[in-house]
């Protein structure tokens, strides 16, 4: 049984910086491609970033290209997501994902596609 667990949410001022993290046990974390999402009130869950150890490969979101980083830690089975210059635009709800299907060759970036979720962790940002 997988499990993810994030922390690191809170309030920030704009042009702030938080770092998430995402701590994974219950499975061999060092291949999985991980993933962050978020979900403000009233909105669809959106990707993030996404990261495959395989190959190093990242993946952003226009939104966040630039301003986020999304690193792991395999020793600790640990993903990040590092935010920087945060806007009030980024206030949501942010969960970290586990995408257990096969190797293909761009990173999952749909919500459905990820097996493994966890319970999210909160970020306002105040303008």
């Known amino acids: 049984q997988v499990q993810l667990v994030e922390s690191g949410g809170g309030l920030v001022q704009a042009g702030g910086s938080l770092r998430l993290s995402c701590a994974a046990s219950?499975?061999?974390?060092?291949?999985?491609?991980m993933g962050w999402f978020r979900q403000a009130p009233g909105k669809e869950r959106e990707f993030v970033a996404a990261?495959?150890?395989?190959?190093?490969?990242?993946y952003y979101a226009d939104s966040v290209k630039g301003r986020f980083t999304i690193s792991r830690d395999n020793a600790k089975n640990t993903v990040y997501l590092h935010m920087n210059s945060l806007k009030p635009e980024d206030t949501a709800v942010y969960y970290c994902?586990?995408?257990?299907?096969?190797?293909?060759?761009?990173?999952?970036?749909?919500?459905?596609?990820?097996?493994?979720w966890g319970r999210g962790t909160q970020v306002t940002v105040s303008s």
């Open positions: 990261n495959r150890w395989s190959g190093g490969s990242t």
């Open positions: 219950g499975r061999t974390f060092s291949s999985a491609t």
């Open positions: 994902a586990l995408y257990g299907g096969k190797l293909v060759p761009t990173l999952p970036t749909h919500h459905s596609l990820y097996d493994y």
